[in-house]
């Protein structure tokens, strides 16, 4: 089992035109120069090590200077309780010592990324995707230089949780850091927050950030003329006035698992191109403000409308028995399907439907064999 990689460990590949390397092991230590032997790396994948540190691990980048590096997997190496990482800028800095395309840095228990690295990138119109995932990033002013990224496509910030880092002065104290962004705000009825998007930005993940307690602020979203996807499931806001500014072709908008008390509709109108509203798990009392003509109502929000009636009527439908017909039925449903999908219906379907919901399923290679009818005449 690897637990150090130092700057001779792979010596020995020096001649060996190496595509991919990826190793899972229990690394507590590595040196800069490690990965120097490695000429022709294209993908580097050294995640689940648990012990070691993303700020020591970004020392590895040194070896790879200046290179072609399509994707680097940093998953989960640093998994220490209590303990917390935080990355200097010259540290962070070292993603873009490599022409790299895709990072993956999630779940290092990272409670701070300091500013500046991303201007000291050298390789930084390389980068196309940023996942940082699963930390503790809270406030920090690397999101507002991410802007700087001028070819990101796919940013990912999701799941970044409370730490709670107990302290050496005091045992029984505990540190939580709170999102922070208010530097950001201009004058407003609410308050209003803006952020200046990579210019070619695509994708971007912001569920389940943390956020609880407050209002849904206003967002002035500038360089977003690319952006088609917005997450923002899990965000459990205290109401849903706010409103989305210069989102103008943004398609696909996620609120799932929103738990609102008020839903100001204005927010999806600014979206003229919206064509999917993704709402699972939403508990939302919805008040349309400030319209009073019909018409102008149902034109303005006719996408969200469309969406809120399919919801309804799938979450509300019930059944009832028809007039007049007392007749007690020995099955709930008939169930069609084609042989290849055999194996999902009488194993995952029936044992979902009959077993943990009582449904009774009639289906043909039971019960209408045992009939004795073609299938074609019980249709």
């Known amino acids: 089992m690897i637990t150090r990689i130092d700057n001779n460990t792979f010596d020995v590949f020096k001649n060996i035109q190496l595509k991919e390397l990826s190793f899972q092991c229990k690394i507590r230590y590595v040196e800069p120069g490690a990965l120097i032997p490695f000429q022709s790396i294209e993908s580097l994948d050294i995640s689940n090590n648990f012990y070691v540190r993303l700020s020591y691990l970004l020392q590895l980048l040194n070896g790879l200077m200046d290179r072609n590096v399509t994707s680097i997997n940093f998953y989960n ?6 303990a917390a990482d935080v990355l200097l800028a010259s540290q962070f800095a070292m993603i873009g010592a490599v022409c790299l395309k895709e990072i993956d840095l999630t779940r290092h ?87 200046q ?7 971007i993940d ?79 009392n919805v008040g349309l403000q400030n319209d009073v003509n019909a018409s102008v109502i149902a034109y303005k929000y006719r996408i969200t409308l469309h969406f809120w009636y399919l919801h309804i009527r799938r979450k509300y439908r019930l059944y009832t028995a028809l007039e007049g017909d007392s007749k007690e039925y020995k099955h709930n449903a008939f169930v069609a399907y084609c ?41």
């Open 77 to 82: 190496n640093f998994r220490t309780v209590p």
């Open 109 to 195: 228990r990272i409670i701070s990324i300091q500013s500046g690295g991303i201007s000291l990138m050298k390789h930084k119109n390389c980068l196309e995707k940023l996942i940082l995932k699963e930390n503790s990033i809270w406030g920090d002013r690397i999101v507002i230089e991410i802007a700087k990224l001028v070819n990101l496509r796919w940013l990912d910030i999701s799941n970044q949780a409370t730490l709670h880092v107990k302290t050496k002065v005091n045992k029984n104290k505990i540190c939580l850091r709170r999102l922070d962004m208010t530097d950001t705000n201009y004058s407003s009825d609410r308050l209003t927050i803006a952020f």
């Open 197 to 203: 998007l990579p210019r070619n930005l695509q994708y």
């Open 206 to 284: 912001v569920s389940y950030f943390g956020v609880r307690s407050s209002g849904l602020v206003n967002l002035n979203f500038t360089n977003a003329g690319k952006l088609d996807f917005l997450n923002l499931a899990g965000n459990k806001f205290k109401d849903c006035l706010g409103h989305f500014h210069g989102l103008s072709h943004l398609q696909t908008l996620d609120i799932s698992d929103f738990n609102c008390s008020e839903l100001d509709l204005k927010m999806i109108s600014f979206m003229p191109y919206l064509k999917t509203l993704i709402s699972r798990r939403t508990h939302l």
């Open 339 to 379: 042989n290849e999908d055999e194996e999902w219906v009488c194993g995952s379907l029936v044992n979902y439907l009959e077993k943990k919901n009582g449904l009774a399923l009639c289906l043909h290679t039971t019960e209408i064999l045992q009939l004795g009818s073609s299938l074609w005449i019980i249709l």
